[in-house]
């Protein structure tokens, strides 16, 4: 297993969430291969049985009879450079495949077929049972599907691919509309005071929150000061509207909010925390309610482009989602 694991702060491109979707397996007669591009952690029922056997959070084929191997290719809800993987086998111990590969194709117009030209993206590589698999991957072309490839059979609880959504902005035009805190243009959420409850990339998912775990939610603050989170754009931008949603959080949404900006040229993500304490704000202070969507245009300062955003909450709780709309700036 490989020690470096930072690509973690990236992106989980398998993500059902964000579409990605298993569009063929040459076998899932034991655990459904959709299971395995869940978000949450996979989890052990006891002593739950279905028709076709053990009950298990994942993919998992049959035991294999015959010469070959199995495999499933996976669509990417969006497009992207694929940083690490991790090959969860969570509670497969005597049924999960000793070795896998990964490999990927670039094709945004039409479904991989015989014809498609699949590239290597990790090697065969040994798994271990029950735990995280973690690989990082050293390529910096873009990928639309990938194919998991296990040796010769048994289960994998959950395909992650790490990474970054891509997007050919050298031909979108200038001064475009879109949401570019949206996690499917190319936007990351890069640091935070806390996430107690509620992971901070959550609130850049496409769509509304399905319930309050599907969104970010700090721990009750107890000392002074204020929760934030820093959004790394999906591309500069001059920012005309921000909407935060505080849905399903009702005795426990921030009392207010507040929004701050800046174009960042340099530096690194670690960085970026301590760099944020000199930004601008972009948005003043704003009440909050319960379970609702808050839309500010006219509130927000004219800075110009802006590359990221920090939104702070007062004191603590939770929000649902953040859109950052605005006109692209190539500038």
Partial sequence: MQKNTDFTRFTNLADARLGSVATFVTDDWFADVNRMLQPEAPVWKDGVYDDNGKWMDGWESRRKRFEGYDYAIVKLGVAGVIKGVDIDTAYFTGNYPPSASIDACFSP???????????????????????????????????????????????????????????????????????????????????????HYGKMGNILNPGRGVNM?????????????????????????????????THHFKGNYPDRCSVQAALVEGGTDDQIATRSLYWKELLPSQKLEMDAEHHFKSEIQPLGKVSHIKLNIYPDGGISRLRVFGKLNKT
């Fill in 109 to 195: 117009d039409k479904a991989p077929d015989e014809s498609t030209q699949w590239e290597t993206l990790l090697g065969a590589v040994s798994l271990n049972g029950d735990s995280h698999n973690l690989f990082p991957v050293d390529d910096s072309r873009p990928w639309t599907h990938i194919r998991l490839n296990i040796f010769p059979d048994g289960g994998v609880a959950r395909l992650r691919l790490y990474g970054k959504p891509y997007r050919n902005w050298s031909a979108s035009q200038e001064g475009l509309e879109l949401d570019f805190a949206s996690v499917l243009n190319g936007a990351r959420a890069l640091a935070c005071s806390d996430e």
């Fill in 213 to 245: 775990g599907d969104g970010w939610e700090t721990a009750r603050r107890r000392t002074p000061g204020n929760d934030w989170v820093i959004v790394a754009l999906a591309h500069p931008c001059d920012v005309t509207h921000i909407l935060v949603d």
